[in-house]
C-alpha cells in the first residue's frame, strides 16, 4: 500500500511539474510582450517605420516575443520567408493568437496604424496596442484568482481537520483494537499530509493565470560570496542555542538546574528554533535584495517624473542637458546624482542621453532612453515630445502593476493568514487532545487498579511523557513545513520563480507559525493542564 501511494505520488508530481514550469515561464513572458508590444508603440508613436520600429522591439528583451520577432527580421533579411515586415507582423500575430488572443489583437492595432489616413487615428491605433495587452491580464487576474484561492483555503480548513481527526482522536481507535498511538504512525501521517499539501500547491500553480511578472531589473541576483560562511554560522549559532533546551529535554536531563530550564517548555524550544532558523536565513541573504529591488521601483517612479520634467523644459527650448540639470534638482533619491552628471557630460562634450546615463537602467527605460536619443539627432523638441510620450508608457505600466499587486495581497492575504493561524492552531489543539485523553487513561486506570479491577474493557490509547513530547515536536515541525508550503505557493502566484519573493514569504510564515503554535500550546495547557508536569 504504501509503495502503491509513493508511486502514484511520484507519477502526480512527474505530471503535474511541467505544467506548473510552463506557467511560471508564461508569467513571464507576459511581462516580455508587454515590454516589446510597448516599445513598439512607442518607436512608431514618433515615426511610422515599421521595419525599424520591430527592430528596436525584438532588442528590447530577451523574450520569447522579441526572439520571435528578431528570428523573422533574419528570415527577412535573407528572402526565406517573409516577404515585408507587415508579413512578418501578421505571422506572428497569428502564432502568439493561439495563446494570447490580446496580443494578436496588439499586433493588428500596430498594423492598423500604418494605414490610417490621419496622424490622429494613426496615433490613437499606436496607442492602444499595449493597453489591450495590459488590460486582457487585468481581466485574467481578476477572473483566475479567486478560482485558485477559494478551493485553497477550503483544502487547508478540510486538511487541518483531516489532521485533529487522525491525530487528536487516535486514542479511541485503538479501543478496537488496532493501535494508532504510535509516534511511527504519526511521523508517517504527517509525512503524507505534507506530501499532499506540497502536491496540491504544486497543481494549483499549475492553474496560475499568465498575469505580469513585476516589471523591475532585478538588482543583486546573488549573494556575496564572503559573508555568506559568517551568516550561516550565526543562523546554526542561534538555532543552536534556542533549541538547546528542547535537545537536553529529549536526552532525559528534566531534574535540577537544567530541568528547570528543559521542562518550561520541553520541544517547543526546537520548534522556535526552527521557525526562527528560516527567518534568519531569509532575512539575511534576501532581505538586502528585497531592499534594493524595491529602491528600483522608487527609481522607476523618479524616472517617470523626471522624464516628464526633462521633457518640458526641453519643449521650453533648453537643451536636453541643461534639462536633465534642472530637473536634477526638483527630483531626490539616487536618480537626481546619475540626472546632474549625465547632464554635466552631455553640456560639456556632447554626448548623447544614452551614453551619458553610465549606469544601466531597467530595459524599457534604456529602450526609451535609446530611441530618445536618436530623436534628438533631428530635433531637440521632438525628443522632448518623446521624454513625455515615455513618461506616459512608463505610467501606464507602473499603474497596471500596482494593481496587480493591491488585488493580490487582497486576495492572498486571506489565505496567508489562514496559513500562519489555522494551520498552527489546529496542530497545537491535536497534540493537547491527545495530551487530554492519555491523562484519562492513566486516571482510570489508577482508578480501576485501586479497586482491584486488573482490566478495564475498551480502554484508550496513551503516549508517555517523552512521547508527548516528540509529537508536539513533529506536530510543531509539520505546522513550519504546511506554512511554508503556502507561502512557497503564495509568492508563486506573485511572483513565479522568483527566490527573494519566495524565500522572503517563506520566513515570514516559518517564525509567525512557531509563535502561534508554542503560544497556542501554552494557552491550551493552562485552560485544561495536561496529566504530567511539564509541556
Known amino acids: 500500500m504504501v509503495g502503491l501511494l509513493a508511486g502514484s505520488l511520484a507519477a502526480f508530481t512527474f505530471q503535474i511539474y511541467p505544467e506548473a514550469k510552463a506557467t511560471s515561464d508564461a508569467a513571464r513572458a507576459q511581462t516580455d ?27 528590447a528583451t530577451n523574450g520569447k516575443l522579441a526572439k520571435d520577432l528578431r528570428l523573422g527580421l533574419l528570415e527577412m533579411s535573407q528572402h526565406r520567408r517573409y516577404e515585408s515586415t507587415r508579413h512578418l507582423i501578421m505571422d506572428v500575430a497569428d502564432r502568439w493568437g493561439r495563446k494570447n488572443e490580446s496580443v494578436r489583437q496588439a499586433f493588428f492595432d500596430i498594423l492598423r496604424s500604418t494605414g490610417a489616413g490621419d496622424e490622429e487615428s494613426r496615433v490613437s491605433d499606436v496607442m492602444k496596442a499595449p493597453s489591450r495587452v ?67 500547491s504544486l497543481y494549483m500553480t499549475s492553474r496560475r493565470p499568465s498575469t505580469l511578472y513585476p516589471i523591475l531589473l532585478v538588482s543583486g541576483g546573488g549573494r556575496p560570496s564572503k559573508r555568506s560562511f559568517l551568516r550561516v554560522l550565526l543562523i546554526m549559532a542561534v538555532a543552536v542555542t534556542v533549541s538547546l533546551p528542547g535537545i537536553l529535554y529529549l536526552a532525559g536531563f528534566r531534574t535540577g538546574f537544567l530541568g528547570v530550564m528543559t521542562m518550561s517548555l520541553s520541544t517547543l524550544w526546537i520548534v522556535l528554533a526552527a521557525g526562527a532558523g528560516l527567518y534568519l536565513y531569509g532575512s539575511l541573504f534576501y532581505s538586502p535584495l ?26 521650453d527650448g533648453k537643451s536636453a542637458g541643461r534639462a536633465m540639470i534642472e530637473t536634477s534638482e526638483l527630483i531626490g533619491g539616487g536618480l537626481s546624482k546619475d540626472l546632474r552628471a549625465a547632464g554635466e557630460r552631455m553640456e560639456k562634450g556632447g554626448m548623447e542621453m544614452e551614453r551619458a546615463m553610465c549606469r544601466r537602467e531597467n530595459p524599457l527605460i534604456q529602450s526609451f532612453l535609446s530611441q530618445i536619443s536618436k530623436l534628438r539627432r533631428e530635433s531637440e523638441m521632438a525628443a522632448g515630445r518623446a521624454c513625455m510620450v515615455a513618461a ?57 487498579s485501586a479497586a482491584g479491577v486488573s482490566g478495564f474493557p475498551f480502554m484508550i490509547g496513551a503516549l508517555e511523557t517523552g512521547e508527548l513530547a516528540a509529537l508536539r515536536l513533529l506536530m510543531g515541525l509539520t505546522a513550519i513545513a504546511l506554512s511554508a508550503i503556502i507561502a512557497w505557493f503564495i509568492s508563486n502566484i506573485r511572483a513565479p520563480g522568483d527566490r527573494v519573493e519566495m524565500w522572503m514569504s517563506i520566513a515570514k510564515s516559518s517564525l509567525i507559525s512557531s509563535l502561534v503554535f508554542a503560544l497556542t500550546t501554552i494557552v491550551l495547557l493552562l485552560i485544561v493542564p495536561g496529566s504530567y508536569p511539564g509541556f
Open 134 to 200: 495590459l488590460e486582457a491580464s487585468e481581466e485574467r487576474l481578476s477572473a483566475k484568482l479567486n478560482s485558485m484561492v477559494l478551493p485553497t483555503i477550503a483544502f487547508l480548513t478540510f486538511g487541518s481537520i483531516l489532521i485533529v481527526v487522525a491525530i487528536g482522536l487516535s486514542p479511541i481507535f485503538g479501543m478496537v483494537g488496532s493501535s494508532f498511538s504510535d509516534l511511527r504512525f504519526f511521523a508517517g501521517l504527517m509525512s503524507v499530509v505534507v506530501l499532499i499539501f506540497l502536491l496540491f
Open 290 to 315: 528585497l531592499d534594493a529591488r524595491e529602491k528600483e521601483r522608487r527609481r522607476i517612479a523618479d524616472w517617470e517624473d523626471a522624464l516628464n520634467l526633462i521633457g518640458s523644459k526641453m519643449l
Open 392 to 448: 506616459e508608457f512608463i505610467h501606464m505600466l507602473r499603474r497596471t502593476e500596482q494593481r496587480f499587486r493591491e488585488r493580490m495581497n487582497e486576495v492572498l492575504g486571506n489565505l496567508w493568514m489562514v496559513s500562519v493561524i489555522l494551520v498552527p492552531v489546529v496542530c497545537a489543539m491535536s497534540v493537547w487532545i491527545m495530551d487530554f485523553m492519555s491523562g484519562m487513561k492513566h486516571s482510570l486506570a489508577a482508578q480501576a
Open 33 to 59: 510582450v508587454a515590454i516589446t508590444i510597448s516599445v513598439l508603440s512607442f518607436s512608431l508613436y514618433h515615426r511610422p517605420d515599421l521595419r525599424g520600429a520591430v527592430a528596436r522591439a525584438a532588442e
